[in-house]
């Protein structure tokens, strides 16, 4: 024991520090707290970062440009942020003479203490997960193009994928966009309307500024000065492609396909045009290795929209560089030899029909086109100007005055404003737990879809979905919740990761605890997860761990609720395999009750019996309860779907119930507070007695192998059978013929509810639980809390079940009744 008790404590102390020395992500969160805490910010300082500090380009380069030339701003200190400062040599030699403007390397402590000093914070991305703006600093993310892919929650697949754009999106205090179709990706795409509580500033992008006011000879002269090859008396064209890949660590492929394709247009093409590429950020490195490049490849720092000045004919696919390019009114291209898989992947915004130029597949094709240019462009006329109207109809040059005087000086201008997106709604946050397959996440699920959205605006907050288990409950939720992650490491001192995992393992119940209670970091840690966003309610709907509900109860909210799915105190208690998997965290979830305005049992008997549990931990008054919705066009869809049994089942078991047999089914997770080994021996003895019963248990859990054995065991392997998890079980439900819960205690048993709803027999357990949802035998047999009563309420069905026949279940009435019972939730008190 006190070897264990050693190894434990050992492990307290030396885990931070060692991720701290060893793991960078660690350090830079650790560090960066501190710098967020004791740094001043300078009013007179601007940071920029472009593409994880790949360069000085874009909105960001537009608008340092801007400010350092006019003799306004000339008291202003610029940094720039560089990953590869060798890489960097020219373009920090080009302001050495420029006192005012400084580098710093990504991820140095410069860096660091640059970003959490600086008056204004520029990216034209995403920073770092561990970034969050201090009260008073001013982040402005600029974003980089007009959308043709589908962005944020419009991509097929993990919705997890823009956690943390969704969550710099929350921290920025402007958004710039240059179109309405930029201003709906921000709004629906990334679901900010009813929650975003900065300003899009919708007037034009400072990028394009840099197309329409930059000199095409300047721009000719710089490109010949870096090697590039170009003939003044041929027109140039300029191939650039976007990035399609997925893994910014193996770009090889992506890169030899794009070489492939320009040495064809190069080679078919003759001698009659200049050619140049210039490629994604991310496949810049591979393609400079290539000597036949030499004279073509625009190199990485060479900003996209000077170079536009200089190009007659753009080449492209999914890239936003082509709505930039309109202000030129020159032709486009539209080389899409993916068109077909990439649609289908990844999406676009716009049918191919509607883009202001021809779209071609096959690169010979676009070779073709080139001598009838002229001819093409006018057959595209039409499109183009309609292009024009739809995505550049601000730029006249001066969209980067207007953003400077609106945020600097806050003269509006003609700037339109979308300012803080409210509905009108109220906002609720919720943390659902793990969203595996067990019945908080169904009940959870079914509270999202019978909602009223019209009234709320929810936020579904969790952890990143690691499983199609999760992805595919995900895909259940509600269409109208948004989907926020936690990325990245929490933004804490080292100390405060001392402290943090203090409470995580004791709570805060003593003076000791209290007092080292990191009140600070978690409202800091709160401020980097949600950004500007406040909350009417937020829910702890899980209510099974201190670690989640920390990240709520920061929020400066009407009511923080948390939900009470079970009798808690003997789930902390629950033993499996001579552990017991939850005391820890419902230990410490229970010293920040009395932080909670409502703690939320699922049913009436289940609050009274909590309530009397667990007092010495919060007032009477914040006990309160709130019936579990359910779902029952679900419950009887699949039988209108799909009639023949087999499909219903989707293959997913092979076991059919047997006319001539007589099926007891129980639902539920096999562990130990389900009472499925009592059921097991108790239907041994009514199998003895009637050999054509059968006993089926849908489910899965840890106590699987130890069930089985015990089937095994007794030789009634022919008669029961565990069934594992089913995605839709109430087909199988519905050729059943008595439903059994052999639970020791529930909170408001899912399972009960949607056998009640498909009209079931029903045995269960005479608990707190049971019998408020059978309301005291009205839905139901209720049976004594053992073996034999389990036993005699099976024998009873079967020996006189005609006898034993329930109320028919108002499902309509009571879902009523259960929503009433959550809104009056959040109205009362």
Known sequence: M????????????????????????????CQYAGYYERLGINKRVIFYECRDGAGITDNPYAIFKYLLDHPDYQDFIHIWSFSDFAAAGPVIAKYRNRPNVKFVRRNSKSYLKALASSGYLINNATFQSFFSPKPGQIYINTWHGTPLKRMGFDIPGNPAHSQNVVRNFLSADYLLSP?????????????????????????????????IRTEARKVREELGSLGLKLDPEKKTVLYAPTWKGEDVSH???????????????????????????????????????????????????????????????????????????????????????????????????????????PV?????????????????????????????????????????????????????????????????????????????????TSSFINLMNNLD?????????????????????????????????KPGLPLYTLPEVYRDKWIHHFGKR???????????????????????????????????????AKHLLPAEAKKKICFMHNDL???????INGKMPHYINLRGLFTVYNDFDKLVSVSKGTMELNRERLSKYAPMEKFYYVMNSIQPERIFKMEEKRPQYQMEMGGEITFIPEKDRYHFVNMGRLSPEKGQDRLIRAFANVYAKHPVSRLLILGQGP????????????????????????????????????????????????????????????????????????????????????????????????????????EPFDYRRYNKLAMETFYNCLREG
């Open 510 to 548: 003593g003076r000791l605890e209290q007092k080292l209670y990191p009140h600070r970091a978690y409202k800091r840690e709160h401020r980097r997860l949600f950004g500007r966003t406040a909350f009417d309610y937020v829910i702890d709907f899980s209510g099974y761990s201190l670690y989640w």
């Open 2 to 29: 006190k070897k264990k008790i050693f190894k434990k404590g050992a492990k307290f102390l030396v885990q931070p520090i060692g991720r701290y020395l060893l793991k960078e992500n660690h350090r830079l969160a």
């Open 179 to 211: 179109n309405p179709h930029t201003t709906k990706m921000y709004t629906d795409s990334y679901k900010l309307k009813g929650l975003y509580g900065g300003r899009i500033l919708e007037t034009g992008y400072p990028r394009i500024d840099l197309t």
């Open 360 to 440: 071609f597949s096959h690169v010979r094709d676009v070779v073709k086109t080139l001598p009838q240019i002229g001819d093409l462009q006018e057959q595209y006329r039409e499109r183009y100007e309609a292009a024009k109207q739809a995505f550049v109809l601000y730029e006249d040059g001066n969209a980067t005055e207007r953003i400077i005087r609106f945020i600097f000086h806050g003269e509006t201008g003609d700037v339109k404003v979308l300012d803080h997106l409210n509905t009108g709604k109220e906002k609720i946050l919720i943390y659902p737990g793990g969203l595996k397959d067990n019945g908080i």
């Open 703 to 806: 106590l699987k192998e130890e069930l089985q054995s015990l089937i095994d065991s007794l030789g009634i392997g022919d008669a029961v059978f565990l069934l594992g998890q089913i995605e839709h079980p109430f087909p199988l439900l519905r050729r059943c013929d008595c439903f059994v819960l052999s639970s020791h205690y529930e909170g408001q048993p899912m399972v009960l509810l949607e056998a009640m709803t498909l009209g079931m027999k029903i045995i269960a357990t005479d608990i707190v639980a049971n019998r408020t949802v059978l309301e005291g035998g009205k839905y139901g047999l209720l049976v004594e809390n053992s073996i034999n009563g389990l036993e005699k309420g099976m024998l009873a069905v079967l020996e006189r079940g005609g006898e034993l026949a329930s």
């Open 251 to 357: 770009v090889e492929n992506d890169a030899e396909k794009i070489m492939e394709d320009f040495f064809v247009l190069v080679r078919e093409a003759g001698d009659a045009y200049n050619f140049l590429l210039k490629v994604h950020p991310y496949l810049y490195g591979e393609s400079a290795k290539l000597p036949a490049l030499r004279n073509r490849l625009v190199p990485d720092s060479f900003d996209t929209n000077e170079l536009l000045v200089g190009v007659d004919v753009l080449v492209t696919d999914y890239s936003s560089i082509f709505f930039d390019f309109l202000v030129t009114n020159r032709p486009i291209l539209f080389y899409v030899p993916d068109a077909e898989r990439y649609k289908e992947e990844r999406g676009c915004y716009f049918k191919f029909e509607e883009l202001p130029g």
């Open 569 to 575: 105190l003997s789930e902390s208690r629950k033993t």
């Open 453 to 485: 959205h019209s009234r709320y605006d929810v936020s579904c907050f969790s952890g990143y979905p690691r499983s199609q288990e999760v992805l595919k409950n995900i895909a259940k939720i509600h269409p109208a919740v948004r989907l926020l992650f």
